[in-house]
């Protein structure tokens, strides 16, 4: 059971915008910034947003986050088929004094 | 460029022991924080262990793994003791400043009799 709660799954199709849900708690995501990851199988994890709602350089403008109290959600819009990846949200929490990742949401694009 | 390379990955029986290194390139390692993140098969990402100015450490691993840094080495390291069959996952070292930017390509521990 993670600390923060994503569904496992999420689909669209080419060219729709797709949302995936982040949701925590007071000690981690009311608090502090969340983080998005997208993991390909078989590749290490690419950060894809940070401090809510920034993008790293190279991360098309498609991708988009937000924030509000205890929840996160990542955007994309404009779905293509290499977007078809694993997504992971992350926060730092106080009580357990470390990062805590969401379960991930698998991403396919139908 | 911009480059970590874990090594020091394989199979260990329970009770046993490894150490990973990760080797930083193409940044000024000394002044990033750094973290160490696993990925069990067919699972989900899990935080380890995290070295800036301070250590922290996930609770499943406290006591049992100790993460440290040669700033003069441009090595990362993870020592890993009381190795336990749900131990076993890929192992990602990363930078580790209010997220993880730059990752390693991992390596492999596998704990088993």
């Known amino acids: 059971q993670s600390v923060l709660t994503q569904p496992p799954s999420a689909s669209g199709t080419p060219g729709q915008r797709v949302t995936i849900s982040c949701s925590g708690g007071?000690?981690?995501?009311?608090?502090?910034?969340v983080n998005w990851y997208q993991q390909f199988p078989g590749t290490a994890p690419r950060l894809l947003i940070y401090?809510?709602?920034q993008r790293p350089s190279g991360v098309p403008h498609r991708f988009s986050g937000s924030k509000s109290g205890t929840s996160a959600s990542l955007a994309i819009s404009g779905l293509q088929s290499e977007d078809e990846a694993d997504y992971y949200c992350?926060?730092?929490?106080?009580?357990?004094?470390?990062?805590?990742f969401g379960g991930g949401t698998k991403l396919t694009v139908l | 460029e911009v480059e970590l390379v874990e090594s020091g990955g394989g199979l260990v029986q329970p009770g046993g022991s490894l150490r990973l290194s990760c080797a930083a390139s193409?940044?000024?390692?000394?002044?990033?924080?750094m973290g160490w993140v696993r990925q069990a098969p067919g699972k989900g990402l899990e935080w380890v262990s995290s070295?800036?100015?301070?250590?922290f450490s996930a609770g499943s691993v406290r006591g049992r793994f100790t993460i440290s840094r040669d700033n003069s080495k441009n090595t990362l390291y993870l020592h890993m003791n009381s190795l336990r069959v749900d131990d076993t996952a890929v192992y990602y070292c990363?930078?580790?400043?209010?997220?993880?930017?730059?990752w390693g390509q991992g390596t492999m521990v596998t704990v088993s009799s």
């Open positions: 992350a926060s730092w929490d106080d009580s357990l004094n470390g990062w805590v």
């Open positions: 007071n000690s981690n995501v009311g608090r502090h910034s």
């Open positions: 401090i809510n709602d």
């Open positions: 070295i800036s100015t301070a250590i």
């Open positions: 193409g940044f000024t390692f000394s002044t990033s924080g």
């Open positions: 990363a930078t580790d400043n209010n997220g993880f930017k730059i």
